[in-house]
């Protein structure tokens, strides 16, 4: 080994932290173990037997071409299907606004790479997806993190923010939002918070990454406009992802962006994987087209519906008074937040002993506050478990609340 | 779109280039175009009816877990299998030195993301892989070409660079080399030669990065003992990938490495996209062990082994006196040298007047030079094509030194 590895690691390297939630993953292995912890779909939600097929056909008649390199930006008939579906909800792009990337969690990466110099501005919610902050954080980023309130990203906060910074002279580089059942909070923010958001990107001249991996799953309410649709203007750029509505293993995603962002996104995405697997995407289209998408997403939306309804009927009931959460209208996640002097990460080593798991808060905090706060999933556990599961935090967090009283 | 979007991308955006081989390739997509320009696999190579029954089988004894996430570090068995694969060819290594990666370019994005920062130096051939220079020089690096003769790296312009460096106080961050049939020449490092670059590396303490992506594709002459092996001693770094030797549309790459860089790059790639394909990691585990695996590496090198000798045949054959060309033992490439005062793009251009195209070698040069050299692939085009193009370019590579001299 050459003598000083340590010291050869790069500025990048050492600001890329492993994940905490991985962290916590490995202690929730224990099969025995329910826990609300991970960030998984339902495997009951993946449609095994139609791609059984579809991949029978697609060599039947595609053959080796599945197999080839193909576009970096993704393959073609893919691309305009994805674009199809949007324009069918009303959004104007067109074939260059949209392209492929292995999950959108490059999507993420890439947006951090093609951005962020060392010590620039990022905004994002406070609490926000992990994974993103990493992302930014790896190339040097400052995050700044916005209080959120029941409607997400609070609009007075932002201004106040982007105000503070103008005054030093300080331009962020981006606002990134999840909109909808937003990660970790389960918050959807209404169109009126979005059109405050907009307005100040438009404002301060700053550009807005939307990340929308759970905008599909929604259970009840009204779907709210993509930020993409609302602005219209180039200030916008959208993640989606099959993650969570077809198959994560697929690691499929998209940008849904300005050209001039795109153009070097790719030129990014050549340098990273010269293109997302061909064999995949070229199943995903099949699967789209196929019809069968939209009837397991369906079912998917209705599983998870179904599961989010126990979960919170058995924290009604089993809940101590003082502890809140909220009641998101769709995704996988909802958060809880305990009173202020208990401490969820004593609370988190507990439960193990208890056989049950979750993330606590702190972690999508980027200044290391939410303390107190809670990360429960329930998209992967079964109804069973999840009764027995809920049960056992609340009376953890009763006995912490008298302990800690 | 934000006032000053050009001012607001990164450094490393910056850096990062359009590939000038897609150009390249963009001017040849006319099906017209005879082309030894890209560096595709032959899809008569694909083991497309094996697949069909793999994805049967897979789907109805593993179901839903093949569409789940996985593992950063990749599917295990896979790791496993690919560990034992190397075990058997006498590699000393255990499973925390095998990860994977989504293809071998995103082993070469990760490795510069992970060392290098703005500044650094690299060295590499001259001339080398474009897409392993645009990945480190994207993030800064400064690329040192060193010569090469007909055994690859010369070791005494190295050893010459090195002690360069060493005078001016730069350790460079790791030597950039492919030993089997390189990328774009076609040459193959002996033992010997192998055995000066792993002891300079020693006596300069810098890492190698040995990139094989060609190395099974070996059709005459003795294999040689991988640097990583030669090594043994934590130097080398080893990316491998199934790309030419099996589908490269499933984008499957493998890094052999030190515990302590994989750790590394592991946590690099969390950020980047979470894990490679569960679905495509899956089937290519199910297709090694079927042993489909080898039989079809066989076809595929018999089939280059063959296109090789018509291409040679006919560059014996057509190619004008004081034009050289390498002789690989493997691989996909080979490279023209043609007379000092030929230039190769003026004879590009004119090629595609005549419905041929090639590389020209000037691109993997990091330092601007080899004006006057060409790369051919060999595995792509058939043999009918084959004798038709090599003679349209030795035609074009006469008229030109004519025109030259």
């Known amino acids: 080994m050459i003598s000083d590895l340590k010291g050869a690691f790069s500025r990048i390297s050492n600001n890329n932290k492993r994940s905490a939630i991985r962290e916590i993953l490995k202690l929730?292995?224990?099969?025995?173990?329910?826990?609300?912890?991970?960030?998984?779909?339902?495997?009951?939600?993946?449609?095994?037997?139609?791609?059984?097929?579809?991949?029978?056909?697609?060599?039947?008649?595609?053959?080796?071409?599945?197999?080839?390199?193909?576009?970096?930006?993704?393959?073609?008939?893919?691309?305009?299907?994805?674009?199809?579906?949007?324009?069918?909800?009303?959004?104007?792009?067109?074939?260059?606004?949209?392209?492929?990337?292995?999950?959108?969690?490059?999507?993420?990466?890439?947006?951090?790479?093609?951005?962020?110099?060392?010590?620039?501005?990022?905004?994002?919610?406070?609490?926000?997806?992990l994974g993103g902050i990493g992302a930014f954080k790896a190339y040097g980023a400052k995050m700044a993190g916005i209080p959120m309130d029941e409607q997400g990203m609070s609009a007075t906060l932002l201004e106040a923010k982007l105000e503070d910074l103008k005054q030093e002279g300080i331009k962020p580089k981006f606002i990134y939002v999840i909109p909808d059942f937003q990660n970790p909070t389960g918050i959807t923010m209404p169109e009126s918070r979005r059109l405050e958001i907009i307005a100040l990107a438009h404002k301060y001249d700053v550009l807005i990454v939307e990340d929308c991996p759970y905008r599909d799953v929604r259970f009840e309410g009204e779907p709210q406009r993509m930020m993409y649709d609302l602005d219209n203007d180039n200030h916008v750029l959208t993640l989606g992802t099959f993650s969570k509505i077809f198959a994560p293993g697929f690691r499929i995603g998209w940008i849904l962006g300005p050209k001039d962002v795109n153009e070097k996104i790719v030129i990014a995405k050549q340098s990273a994987d010269l293109c997302t697997p061909t064999f995949v995407q070229k199943i995903a289209y099949r699967y789209m087209n196929s019809g069968v998408f939209e009837t397991n997403l369906k079912k998917t939306i209705d599983l998870y519906h179904q599961r989010r309804d126990v979960m919170l009927a058995e924290m009604e009931k089993h809940m101590p008074e003082g502890v809140k959460w909220t009641h998101p209208e769709g995704g996988m996640f909802l958060f809880i937040t305990l009173p202020e002097h208990v401490n969820a990460l004593e609370l988190f080593h507990k439960a193990i002993e208890k056989k049950v798991a979750f993330v606590t808060g702190d972690v999508f905090y980027c200044d290391g506050s939410g303390t107190n706060t809670i990360r429960l999933n329930f998209s992967y556990v079964n109804n069973e478990k999840a009764i027995t599961g809920i049960k056992r935090i609340a009376d953890l967090i009763k006995a912490e609340m008298l302990v800690e009283a």
Chains 1, 2 share one sequence.
Do not use: H, W
């Open 28 to 129: 929730t292995q224990n099969p025995e173990i329910i826990s609300f912890a991970g960030g998984l779909p339902a495997p009951e939600s993946f449609p095994v037997d139609a791609l059984d097929t579809i991949v029978t056909d697609m060599m039947r008649e595609e053959g080796a071409s599945v197999l080839q390199y193909d576009a970096t930006e993704g393959v073609k008939e893919l691309r305009e299907l994805l674009l199809k579906r949007y324009q069918d909800q009303g959004t104007q792009a067109d074939i260059d606004n949209l392209i492929i990337t292995t999950g959108s969690q490059q999507g993420l990466d890439l947006v951090g790479k093609i951005f962020v110099n060392d010590g620039d501005v990022v905004i994002c919610g406070l609490p926000s997806y």
